[in-house]
């Protein structure tokens, strides 16, 4: 990982565009995207459609070596130049967390239901 870059007005319009890119490619994985454009740093909230506490944000930073996609947790996970990858990532990273809440809602709706 390399050093953050001192942003500037020319990052934060790269930062939009990346993350626009980015959210196309995430509505193609079936998550729904919100994009924070007037915020500073520019972000997108990522979210599951099913269920919309399962999600996160996710900024992209320029580095020395680059720009990255970051989540809210701080974490570098993707290089922002292939922005199909870093859906990928990000899918891969949320799903657990959205199959493992559907499968417990699909486990006690029916256990409420009986009562």
Known sequence: MGLIVRPSDLDAWRARRLLLRLA???RSHGWTTDPRMSEFPPMLRVR?????SIGDTVTAV???DG???RTS????F???TDTASAASAI???LRPWLDAALAYDARVVPMKRQR
């Open 91 to 93: 899918d891969a990273y």
């Open 24 to 26: 196309d490619d995430l």
């Open 48 to 52: 599951a459609p099913e269920l919309a």
């Open 73 to 76: 947790g701080g974490r570098n």
């Open 67 to 69: 720009w990255w996609f």
């Open 62 to 64: 320029r580095h020395l």
């Open 78 to 80: 993707a290089h922002a």
